[in-house]
């Protein structure tokens, strides 16, 4: 049988023991655990352990060691380790369960979180500065991409209808591009509409997904259609695929486009986060994950109704 | 200290009031210009010219980007004050401005033809050359390095790429204190460079006015930390950070690329404006305020340099030695974008103090 480079990469996750963006560098909350998202959707869920037990490594002495100078991890970083977390508890990883106060601990950094009202800028930009999600930096601005996170956090751990959702969502919506697409989280500054790109436009319809359709939010999935195909590196061309992925236009061609761009000479090197990223995005028009995180919208699901419960229940405990 | 976007306006962004009038400087930040001659990087002249409070700025005209830029930049370096012979074994950090490159728009971008005429010069002085850079809006810094036409020279000539927005950090207090910022978190590459080269486009910015090699630092700072876009900063107030940021990082000298330049709706959605020209200098603040007369802009109306003004290095021309082309022969009015924030700006016009 013929290895792929899909096979060589999942290969490289799988025995890893730092998950960093680049390589030389130390690992990190987000290459890990999309490390462990990519094992675990392409069923190689025990080989995700070590990127799991990374992430809660990670995740803990951040939060033991927080100072002025050496800050708490930050909630987008906690909202990545709800998310893998919850998808190998629900995969049934073998430490899922023994990570449940760390789960419990993201989930309260990640709602402690939240952006500022900026109003008073009402007048100079295009988008609603009154709506309120996830920033990057607490005590700044909600932004697109934080936001996204914070909502898909949410979605996999059951509260597809939490308030903090919702207004994710909504915010999402509203920092949409008027030709459809999405950047960082401006639309238009002093009159000039800003441009589109691919990774934020990706995750803004990976966190839409589950959403009831609303006309709102077409132009946006018009743009990735139109466009996904200028996407060349691991970070824009995952996340834009899988935002088609979220809803059902996964295209053709998707995976010749994704072993071109692993097989693609970068100068700054590819970490385990771009091969995370590639290879998650390659599980296709199933991608498991998203399918998990579709589910929880549903509340048809028994092992995400119980991950909820343990989460709410150990919630309760902390107030 | 109000809410702001990204793109907010700064707090002393040119107005008529007296920039910053009242912030007590701390008494490192005087010690800027002085770094470059500690570490032994100038030449002897150079070191009598700062002595007497002046600063040289090397402007070259008629450059292309197909042109001998090697040479352009070995002798506005030299001009510069920049002893070469002192690079061998240093650690040199290239900085171009990557911010949101476009293949429809590359003069929103330090072209790649300058940033490998750099690197030849320094590896030919027998430095190590990383060039590096966090991308303030885009998150997907390989992205960047296609679009901005960067990867492809790196990758041919092997030069390494630091990606500034994800390296671990380290903490370096703020030697400006001008924002209520206590420090900073660096990336390691910054940290650990002998010598920083900003490569700044030449552009008009729709809050600050212009941005050159003193804003290009913004870069410096790691989205890991700071996020996409570098919020925080923001919310310190642009003029105040930027001039926090080159306080705390002293050893750094300036190439621009001014060549295909932008003018109007800077620093992403302007207009190409060409202008054939490189500026190059040892001190920050003395090439910005060139650059800032080369565009038809009062440099003290600019909010951070009217912060550097004496303290990071001088404005006043009266204290910046020309070398090259005449400035002057070269200078084009740059279209500043029509708003109340950055009327006043303009060279001659009623309370810029330059004729």
Redesign the interface.
């Given at each position: 049988m013929t290895r792929t480079w899909l096979d060589d990469c999942l290969d490289r996750l799988a025995a890893r023991d730092v998950f960093a963006?680049?390589p030389g560098?130390?690992s990190?909350s987000e290459p890990a655990a999309v490390s462990a998202l990519a094992l675990i959707a392409h069923g190689r869920i025990a080989e995700a352990t070590r990127a799991l037990d990374e992430l809660e490594r990670l995740h803990g002495a951040a939060n033991r060691g927080a100072t002025?100078?050496?800050?708490a991890r930050l909630a987008w970083e906690s909202a990545w380790a709800l998310s893998a977390w919850a998808f190998a508890d629900r995969r049934g990883e073998p430490g899922a369960r023994r990570r449940d106060a760390s789960a419990k601990e993201a989930l309260r950094v990640l709602m402690a979180s939240s952006g500022?009202?900026?109003?008073?800028?009402q007048s100079?930009?295009g988008h609603d500065?009154t709506l309120i999600a996830w920033?990057?930096?607490d005590?700044?601005?909600s932004?697109l991409?934080?936001t996204a996170l914070g909502v898909l956090a949410l979605k996999a751990v059951g509260r597809f209808d939490d308030r903090r959702a919702r207004n994710g969502v909504r915010l999402i919506e509203d920092r949409q591009l008027p030709g459809g697409g999405c950047?960082?989280?401006?639309t238009v500054?002093?009159g000039?509409v800003?441009?589109a790109?691919?990774?934020?436009t990706g995750m803004a319809l990976v966190a839409w997904i589950g959403e009831p359709s609303r006309s709102e939010r077409v132009r946006t999935l018009d743009f990735a259609v139109r466009h996904w195909r200028a996407?060349?590196?691991?970070?824009?061309l995952g996340w834009i695929l899988m935002g088609l992925t979220a809803h059902g236009a996964w295209p053709r061609g998707a995976n010749d486009a994704l072993g071109q761009a692993a097989r693609s000479?970068?100068?700054?090197g590819f970490g385990e986060y771009?091969i995370g990223l590639l290879t998650l995005a390659a599980t296709g028009p199933s991608n498991p994950w998203l399918e998990d995180v579709r589910r929880a919208g549903t509340d048809a699901d028994e092992s995400i109704r119980e991950h909820a419960v343990r989460l709410r229940s150990e919630e309760r405990e902390v107030e | 200290m109000?809410?702001?976007?990204?793109?907010?306006?700064p707090s002393n962004a040119g107005g008529r009031d007296a920039p910053c009038s009242g912030i007590r400087i701390d008494r490192r930040a005087l010690l800027v210009g002085g770094s470059l001659a500690a570490a032994g990087l100038l030449t002897g002249s150079c070191r009598k010219l700062g002595r007497r409070g002046r600063s040289p700025v090397f402007v070259a005209g008629r450059q292309t980007y197909d042109g001998p830029l090697v040479a352009t930049l070995r002798d506005g370096l030299i001009a510069g004050g920049l002893d070469l012979a002192a690079m061998r074994g240093k650690r040199v950090l290239l900085k171009p401005n990557l911010v949101?490159p476009?293949r429809a728009a590359p003069y929103v971008t330090t072209d790649p033809r300058v940033v490998r005429a750099a690197a030849d010069v320094f590896r030919s002085a027998g430095a190590h050359v990383v060039?590096g850079e966090g991308p303030g809006?885009?998150?997907?810094?390989?992205?960047a390095?296609?679009a901005s036409g960067?990867?492809a020279v790196?990758?041919e000539d092997r030069?390494?790429?630091?990606?500034l927005n994800?390296?671990?950090t380290g903490?370096r207090p703020n030697s400006g204190r001008t924002s209520r910022l206590?420090?900073f978190h660096f990336p390691r590459s910054v940290l650990e460079a002998d010598l920083i080269v900003s490569m700044p486009k030449m552009k008009t910015h729709?809050w600050t006015g212009v941005t050159a090699s003193l804003k290009n630092l913004y870069g410096t700072i790691p989205?890991?930390?700071?996020?996409?876009?570098k919020?925080?900063l923001?919310?310190a107030g642009i003029p105040q950070s930027v001039f926090d940021i080159n306080a705390s990082l002293p050893r750094m000298i300036a190439i621009v690329d001014g060549i295909e330049c932008m003018e109007g709706?800077g620093p992403?959605?302007g207009t190409p404006k060409p202008m054939g020209a490189i500026v190059v200098g040892t001190n920050g603040a003395a090439v910005d305020a060139t650059v800032c007369r080369l565009m038809g802009v009062a440099p003290e109306r600019i909010g951070y340099l009217a912060l550097a003004a004496d303290r990071l290095g001088p404005i006043d021309a009266a204290r910046i030695e020309p070398r090259g082309d005449d400035w002057r022969t070269l200078a084009r009015p740059f279209t500043l974008?029509d708003?109340p924030h950055l009327h006043g700006l303009r060279l001659g016009e009623p309370g810029s103090g330059t004729p």
């Open positions: 963006y680049r560098l130390p990190a002025d100078r050496e800050p500022k009202d900026g109003g008073e800028t100079f930009v500065p920033p990057w930096v005590g700044t601005h932004w991409e934080p950047n960082y989280g401006n500054v002093l000039q800003l441009r790109h691919l990774q934020p996407a060349r590196t691991a970070p824009s000479p970068s100068a700054a771009h | 109000a809410t702001r976007m990204s793109d907010e306006r949101e476009t060039v809006h885009v998150r997907d810094t390989d992205m390095l296609d960067l990867n790196l990758v030069i390494p790429f630091a990606d994800y390296e671990e903490w206590d420090g729709h989205g890991i930390r700071y996020g996409w876009p919020n925080v923001h919310h709706d992403i959605m974008l708003v």
